[in-house]
């Protein structure tokens, strides 16, 4: 069985799941606690971060190493198109999302969680003890000196153009690259998590996100899409059961 070594709300960590779940791969997860757990990573992969997969004797981390290891391992349904071009295409669009996206997504995030306590309980991994959530709350919130805040004015700015131009894409058409689900739609689509909630992070998540795009009447579709998205890949998950 597949094993996938995960923060549960690492972005990187669902976009290997969305993966897993599009070829209708079956696999369990093993939940990382950040810091002391990723010693036990480190053993295991040479390296600290997550996403991990385990696959009989293949230890591999990043997720887009992951990904291709996937498709290699199980063609269909084909995430990264034959055709040259939209090949290129996914694979620069998954390069921006796991990059320049995942950046911006996590500066407003973090910003977010330092004005709301409760987000930051929610963050929290689950086998974090109450009294250890309880002082995460009561931190006080506000933190992020003026000169963060300013940087993340601009690039809270290119983040919002970014995504109404993602938001018109898939109002005009349901997938980013070609006439299928890619790689492309998927690893946009996990960050976005992190600004939006999507259902499968639990109900201590779902709902929140960033005030300001996760209600920005503009994005609405954007999301939708992603929840659509989700819907599709449970959906042959249990095709697969
Ligand atoms: N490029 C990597 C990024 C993975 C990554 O950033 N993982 C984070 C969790 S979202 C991590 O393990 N952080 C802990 C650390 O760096 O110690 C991928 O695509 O998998």
């Given amino acids: ?14 976009k290997v799941r969305m993966v897993l779940q ?29 996403p991990v997969l385990v696959d009989g004797d293949v230890v591999m981390a990043d997720s887009s ?17 034959s055709e040259p071009k939209a090949a290129a295409q996914v694979h620069l669009l998954e390069d921006w999302a796991d990059t320049t996206l995942a950046a911006a997504v996590r500066a407003a995030l973090v910003q977010a969680a330092a004005l ?20 995460m709350g009561a931190l006080p919130g506000g933190w992020v000196s003026n000169v963060t805040e300013l940087v993340n004015q ?8 970014s995504l109404e131009q993602l938001a018109l894409s898939v109002q005009a058409k349901p997938w980013l690259v070609g006439d299928s ?6 690893a946009v689509a996990a960050q976005l998590s992190l600004i939006c909630f999507p259902s499968s992070s639990g109900a201590a998540l779902a709902g929140k996100g960033v005030p300001g795009l996760s209600d920005h009447p503009k994005l609405q579709p954007l999301f939708q899409w992603r929840d659509q998205l989700e ?9 697969e059961v």
């Fill in 1 to 14: 069985m597949l094993e996938l070594h995960q923060f549960r709300h690492s972005a990187f960590c669902l």
């Fill in 22 to 50: 599009a070829k209708g791969l079956s696999f369990r997860t093993v939940e990382v606690t950040p810091g002391i757990g990723q010693v036990a990573v480190f053993r295991l992969s040479g390296q600290r971060q997550v």
């Fill in 65 to 81: 190493a992951i990904a291709r290891h996937l498709e290699r391992r199980e063609a269909s349904p084909a995430l990264i198109p």
């Fill in 116 to 135: 709301d306590p409760e987000l930051r309980v929610a963050l929290l991994p689950d086998d974090v003890p109450d009294p250890v959530r309880s002082v």
């Fill in 154 to 161: 601009n690039e809270r700015a290119d983040l919002l153009a």
């Fill in 181 to 186: 689900m890619s790689l492309a739609d998927l």
């Fill in 231 to 239: 819907l599709k890949l449970m959906e042959r998950t249990l095709e």
